[in-house]
């Protein structure tokens, strides 16, 4: 049944790239087959993927980090700083680690796809190793940043600067920007399966414009907010109420219900044409 599954996977991508720029009913079921295959995956599979992901996510605070120390202070920095952020969106998408915003889309069309109980009870089991794994690992690689003389002070001062933005706004305004972070991370997982070779550039101009936006993602900034509770600069329940819940609410609304609900819908009667077929053969 693996190889199967693999083999579908490896054949809608193989027809993605023979046709250049794929219809949605296309890149429906690559995602689809895709995230079928994850829900099957062992949760020990899961967890130690996730946690890579997590760790490597401190590359979005340590390159923006490092930019910042050794740029000036000029309203252009800026936007070289938030290119760093890409980072380690980078390393964990080519790397196919398992990150929670992704999975808001990618579980979700098998989901749409078979409405019952058991694909339920199979999101919800890898949303939760894969959130678990991703913020327990968040909390270890921003403690080493916290605690270690790795970096200068004035590296560490810009840690500290760039991470404020993590629980610098009321309640209702990060989920907002939530929304729009877990939006623009679930069209990016979207578009992947049609941009071949170009993939780098598309994850490097989206998450870029996370950063530069100011908005809120649940793993990259767990990395920033629990920097600065283990700076001093805040508390767990800074992070909890002001950072991570308003921001796992934006982030899922925007992934689930902005693109794979709308995304799902424009292809609904071909799916079930396909699932009559499928029946009926």
Not at 15 to 24: H, K, N, S
Request: charged share 15%; with cysteine; glycine share 8%.
């Amino acid at each position: 049944m693996v190889d199967e599954r693999e083999d579908g996977v490896d054949t809608m991508a193989e027809t993605v790239a023979e046709i250049g720029r794929p219809d949605a009913f296309v890149l429906h079921e690559v995602i689809r087959l895709e995230g079928d295959e994850e829900l099957r995956r062992r949760g020990s599979a899961l967890l130690l993927s996730a946690v890579a992901a997590g760790l490597t996510m401190g590359f979005s605070l340590i390159v923006p980090g490092v930019l910042k120390a050794h740029l000036p202070e000029a309203p252009w920095a800026v936007l070289i700083t938030s290119l760093g952020y890409a980072t380690g969106f980078l390393i964990v998408v080519l790397g196919r680690q398992q990150l929670f915003t992704e999975n808001t889309l990618t579980p979700i069309l098998p989901l749409l796809h078979d409405r019952s109980r058991t694909t339920l009870r199979r999101v919800l089991r890898l949303w939760g190793i894969v959130l678990t794994g991703n913020i327990v690992a968040t909390a270890a690689i921003a403690a080493v940043l916290a605690y270690s003389d790795a970096f200068e002070p004035r590296v560490h001062a810009a840690f500290s600067a760039l991470s404020q933005h993590a629980i610098g706004s009321a309640f209702g305004t990060t989920v907002i920007k939530a929304v729009f972070a877990g939006w623009l991370i679930a069209l990016m997982v979207w578009m992947l399966p049609a941009t071949g070779s170009a993939a780098p550039f598309v994850i490097i101009l989206i998450t870029w414009l996370v950063s530069m936006c100011g908005l809120s993602h649940i793993v990259a900034g767990s990395v920033d907010a629990f920097y600065l509770v283990f700076a001093g600069q805040a508390t767990m329940v800074d992070y909890a109420w002001r950072f991570f819940l308003p921001t796992l609410i934006g982030n899922v609304f925007g992934g689930t219900a902005l693109v794979a609900v709308l995304n799902f819908g424009q292809v609904a009667p071909e799916v079930e044409e396909q699932k009559a077929s499928d029946g009926e053969a």
